[in-house]
């Protein structure tokens, strides 16, 4: 099995930097992915990470350390349109390389 | 158009009706997968299938069937559902190692 935790819940200001973490423990890591939901629809691929270091993709960038277990989100100058939920998901060998997710961070950008 | 196809969007019915969901990828993905996704609990697998007559058990498989018979269509049987089974459903494909696609949701309510 395996544990993913993140914030329930975060608030930013427009144009602000705002940095999500999460935390695994997994037994067959095989990569870490990032996800954006908004209410009511599907979750939409963000970043993929599988090696450590950062990946930066526009305004978002993601970072990974296995050793530690820990990844972050970072969104830069936030937009009104960045308030959604925001999923951590692992993938693990162990499991058929099924992504297990985390239960979420909802963001909330304030303006 | 890349997709994941799931049908219906919207179902009310009652216990005991037997009831599927119907989920369809263009993409020649080899995995799919069902998630059921309720508030505070986040997205958590209910089957998946690595390719045609392979699936596997989840985290929450109880009161649910799947079937894999062709490589594009991957449905969610419910034999008997019962009103704990009211849930936002989400099937998604992947080739594997690559993302996850996800189909719209399917939002089921069981009375």
């Known amino acids: 099995g395996q544990n993913i935790d993140q914030p329930t819940e975060m608030t930013a200001t427009e144009g602000a930097i705002v940095q999500i973490n999460c935390t695994y423990q997994?037994?067959?890591?095989?990569?870490l992915f990032w996800y954006q939901q908004h209410a009511g629809e599907a979750p939409t691929f963000l970043s993929y990470?599988?090696?450590?270091g950062l990946e930066e993709k526009g305004r978002f960038s993601s970072f990974l350390s296995r050793s530690k277990g820990y990844s972050y989100l970072l969104l830069k100058e936030l937009q009104m349109k960045d308030s959604a939920s925001y999923l951590c998901?692992?993938?693990?060998?162990?499991?058929?390389?099924?992504?297990?997710f985390g239960k979420g961070t909802s963001l909330l950008v304030t303006p | 158009e890349a997709q994941v196809t799931q049908n219906p969007r919207y179902l009310i019915t009652v216990t005991g009706k037997k009831l599927t969901v119907t989920c369809s990828q263009n993409?020649?993905?080899?995995?799919m997968s069902w998630y059921r996704q309720d508030p505070g609990l986040g997205l958590r697998q209910i089957y998946y299938?690595?390719?045609?007559?392979?699936?596997d058990k989840g985290d929450v498989p109880e009161g649910y069937k799947v079937s894999r018979k062709e490589k594009r269509n991957f449905p969610l049987i419910l034999e008997s559902p019962s009103p704990n089974q009211t849930s936002l459903y989400f099937c998604?494909?992947?080739?594997?190692?690559?993302?996850?696609?996800f189909g719209e949701g399917s939002r089921l309510t069981v009375l």
């Open positions: 997994t037994s067959g890591f095989n990569g």
């Open positions: 993409m020649n993905h080899e995995y």
């Open positions: 998901a692992v993938r693990d060998k162990s499991t058929g390389y099924a992504l297990n």
């Open positions: 990470n599988v090696l450590d």
């Open positions: 998604a494909s992947s080739s594997g190692t690559g993302e996850l696609f």
């Open positions: 299938s690595m390719n045609v007559e392979v699936t």
